[in-house]
């Protein structure tokens, strides 16, 4: 008996998934999911029209494995400064626990992707746009609690500093990537986003 039609997708994306973690776009064809995830190549194209579309939906799944976590750190009974803190811890966890898994630092699978892709690929670079959008907004309610809080000027731009912080912890997950080294980043990453937040920088 066939492996129903919804398990088909999911397996797909899984699949998609992990291969993003672990190799470049470029060098992952349609073929090698298929084998990879045991999936006829016409169930391929049945439910994605292309690569593209499939590293899409592994992106959107990305994303929202997270937000469950994200809506947990972000919550508005947590202090906000303390928020971007546990997103640091969270961030450093989920590394040092892929980089056990697969042998190596992986940084952001979406930035990744993004990186090697959105240059050819308009889906692609419009897909991680939205999510990047998506996270920021978590940013922007904080930094608002913070200027409420007196934590913050009044005058603060609190959309561009979200995407000032978006782009750095993105940056030292790419860097942790290319030197395949969790060492910088779980010293960096709460000083930096301390000094970014203008608060005493954690020890």
């Known amino acids: 008996m066939g492996r129903p039609a919804s398990d088909t997708r999911q397996k797909l994306i899984d699949t998609a998934l992990e291969l993003m973690w672990t190799n470049s776009y470029g060098t992952v064809s349609v073929d090698d999911i298929c084998k990879a995830a045991d999936v006829k190549k016409g169930s391929f194209y049945h439910f994605f029209p ?9 992106m959107e799944q990305s994303h929202h494995e997270l937000e469950e976590t994200y809506d947990k750190i972000f919550s508005p009974a947590v202090p906000p400064i303390e928020r971007f803190m546990r997103m640091a811890d969270c961030v450093i966890a989920l590394q040092a626990e892929v980089a056990e898994k697969y042998g190596h630092v992986c940084g952001c699978p979406c930035a990744s ?21 998506r996270k920021e907004r978590y940013y922007e309610n904080a930094l608002r609690d913070m200027v409420g809080d007196g934590l913050l000027a009044p005058t603060t731009d609190v959309k561009v500093l979200a995407q000032e912080i978006y782009t750095y912890l993105v940056g030292q997950m790419m860097i942790a990537r290319i030197q395949n080294d969790l060492a910088p980043l779980k010293r960096d990453l709460k000083r930096g986003l301390a000094r970014l937040l203008g608060v005493v920088e954690p020890a």
């Open 113 to 133: 992707l993004g990186s090697e892709m959105a240059g050819q690929e308009d889906g692609i670079r419009a897909k991680f746009e939205d999510l990047a959008h």
């Open 50 to 58: 292309s690569k593209v579309d499939l590293s899409i939906a592994a």
